[in-house]
């Protein structure tokens, strides 16, 4: 008789006690060239982050040239007054550093990220960058030539053309907030060198900039640091540019963009409303998770698990643009995709699941299951120098105070479920919604106008 064999089991493992988290707070000072700084030392990250934001929004963008702001950008990182294009691209690789930058409404940002003990010499070029881009001829030529062969790529993404539409749809022609962020073909043709400096030198300083630095900081003397890359940047002093309203039509209507022979329909539905100055901000971000937030939401449940009409819908709130003053707008919206055929009950049941959404309510176990998702990953998304040192200039942007983040978690947690529901119906009202349909017009028009959801427009795809 064969012996059977024994296992032998050990004691299963048990959980540490949990850690309490918060958001980290930041140190603020300013640098004697007028930049302001806050620093956060994080122990462990070894790749720190560096954001400098500075205030060169879109809107002072000159007329005829919508792009020069995303052409300045990008022209940081081609050339200084002491490397060539080539050259600096390979000092920054040399100290494996990474540098980003990009234009939006709020001002111009550029992104750094290197190991901490390549952080003397990856300032030392940023600061370069900032104090003396060389903004030469060709460098600027090749950006543009670039910028011009995006454009066409990016009309033929529905999702970008549904986005540039809402924009021109909600807001009034005279705002910069209705034109494409980054130019039009039309625009970009219009911007040389001389445009680029004149930009940069208008707007560029570091008395109206912000860096954050976020990583290991142990044994560095930072101020020693930033004084002898970024505080050699110099400029006039100057106060902040004025930040004009955000005024929108959300009048409910219909835009068909037409692609004929579409094989799906692009769905981007939006208005604006409140952003994070206002108190109903955690509310509304806890109410628009369950309509829309993930794949358990509601949107989800009626439109891809019961009908199969999509793969995935989702709503979110996006700030736009917030003034010191703590006025400002975030764009509410609702985005996906689904097929032609089912284009017109699709929305018929989006629109469904809205109302009966004010009608109804949100349920307590949405609500849980809302708060669990987005405070309880909290420590995990912001794992990274990268994470917080955005979240950190975010909040400068916006002009909120250094605890903002953190306060918000506890805003959320605390926050009910009529307080939740009351948010997401008013930011999301049915009879209030701007919608944009990227998609076969001679098959969607007609079922899309029975529904009654406002007046229904084509315009060419272009």
């Known amino acids: 008789m064969t012996e ?45 982050a560096v954001e400098v934001l500075l205030d060169a929004p879109l809107d002072a963008e ?32 040399r100290c494996g550093a990474t540098l980003d930058s990009h234009a939006d409404h709020p001002g111009v940002r550029l992104s750094l990220e290197v190991p901490v003990s390549r952080l003397s010499k990856a300032l030392g070029l940023l600061g370069d960058a900032l104090r003396s881009p060389a903004f030469a001829d060709s460098e600027v030529e090749r950006l543009v030539r670039n910028r011009l062969d995006e454009i066409p790529h990016e009309m033929a993404n529905p999702a970008r ?26 625009t970009v043709e219009n911007i040389d060198s001389t445009a680029v400096r004149a930009f940069y030198e208008r707007h560029v300083r570091p008395a109206t900039a912000t860096a ?7 044994g560095i003397d930072l101020d020693a640091l930033l004084g002898e890359t970024l505080g050699a940047w110099t400029g006039a002093h100057a106060t ?6 955000v005024t929108a039509d959300d009048t409910g209507r219909v835009i068909i963009v037409d ?13 604006i409303g409140a952003d994070r100055h206002d ?31 999509t793969y995935g819908v989702r709503a979110f709130g996006q700030v736009l643009r917030s003034a010191p003053d703590g006025t400002g707008a975030a764009m509410l919206a609702i985005s996906g995709s689904v097929d032609t055929p089912n284009t017109g009950p699709a929305l018929n049941d989006l629109w469904k699941v809205l109302r009966t959404l004010a009608a109804e309510g949100l349920t307590d176990a949405e609500r849980d299951v809302a708060v669990q998702n987005l405070v309880g990953v909290a420590p995990l998304k912001f794992e990274t120098a990268a994470a917080v040192a955005s979240s950190l200039a975010d909040q400068v942007e916006q002009h909120l105070p250094d605890d903002y983040q953190a306060t918000l ?15 997401v119906v008013n930011a999301f009202p049915a009879d209030r919604l701007v919608t944009v349909l990227v998609g076969d017009a001679a098959q969607i028009k007609e079922p899309v106008t029975a529904l009654g959801i406002g007046e229904v427009s084509v315009v060419a795809a272009e």
């Open 279 to 309: 108190r109903v901000w955690p509310a509304q971000v806890l109410g628009t998770y369950c309509l829309g937030g993930t794949l358990t939401s509601r949107l989800d449940r009626v439109l891809r698990e019961e009908k199969g009409y």
């Open 259 to 271: 692609r004929p022979g579409a094989v799906q329909t692009q769905l981007l539905i939006g208005r």
């Open 212 to 218: 954050v630095v976020v990583g290991d900081l142990t």
């Open 240 to 245: 902040p540019r004025p930040v004009p309203p």
């Open 161 to 186: 053309r549904g986005a540039k539409e809402l924009s021109k749809e909600l807001f009034p022609a005279s705002s910069r907030m209705s034109r494409p962020r980054q130019g039009t073909e039309e």
């Open 409 to 423: 978690y506890q805003a959320l947690a605390a926050t009910g479920t009529v307080e939740a529901t009351a948010a």
């Open 4 to 48: 059977l064999a024994t296992m032998e089991f050990h004691p299963q493992p048990r959980p540490g006690e949990a850690k309490p988290w918060a958001f980290p707070a930041p140190e603020r000072g300013t640098l004697d060239n007028g930049l302001t700084v806050l620093r956060c030392h994080r122990p462990g990250q070894q790749v720190v």
């Open 62 to 93: 000159p007329a005829g040239l919508d792009g020069v702001a995303t052409i300045m950008a990008r022209a940081f990182s081609e050339g200084t007054d002491k490397h060539s294009a080539e050259e600096f691209a390979a000092e920054l690789e």
